[in-house]
């Protein structure tokens, strides 16, 4: 398990550009579902995702941005988080709590984006079958594909 903060930060910034499109609860876990199709496939040419399990999360909530000047409460209701998908920006710890900044995948509202809040005390990470990750394995992974990436645009 990763506990620490800054790798956990920099575990949802590493996953710019992927979708949290799924939330499952658990008793002391939420499981989080990350498409991210540029690094899982690096893994096996047919995965689409990533998972994440946070431990003991507290404090989620979601404070929206809109595409209107209309002022939009903090949503903390997890079952109404989950209803919608979430293109992920990057990541920052503000005031002992993760802020990962999103914008929201096919809005069906005026909300556009926004930031999920929270804190927990740890993140497993999973590849699409479920075989643990370290969080050193994530950033080589990551690590290999900029460098891939660099090289075909020089």
Not at 18 to 31: D, K, V
Not at 42 to 52: A, D, K
Not at 65 to 87: P, R
Not at 101 to 127: H, M, N, Q, W
Request: glycine share 4%; with cysteine.
């Amino acid at each position: 398990m990763t506990t620490d903060k800054e790798n956990i930060q920099r575990t949802f910034s590493i996953f710019h550009d992927g979708t949290i499109c799924g939330f499952e609860h658990h008793p002391e876990r939420l499981n989080l579902k990350i498409d991210c199709y540029y690094l899982s496939e690096r893994i096996n040419s047919e995965f689409e995702c990533f998972y994440v399990d946070l431990f003991n999360p507290t404090d989620f909530e979601f404070k929206p941005w809109s595409d209107k000047n209309i002022s939009i409460k903090t949503i903390s209701d997890l079952n109404i988080i989950a209803q919608w998908e979430y293109n992920i920006f990057r990541c920052n710890i503000e005031n002992g709590k993760y802020e990962i900044d999103v914008e929201i995948e096919e809005p069906r509202t005026a909300l556009i984006g926004g930031s999920i809040f929270f804190s927990c005390d740890g993140i497993k990470i999973y590849d699409q079958s479920f075989k643990e990750m370290t969080f050193e394995q994530l950033s080589e992974l990551s690590k290999s594909y900029w460098t891939e990436f660099k090289n075909r645009n020089e």
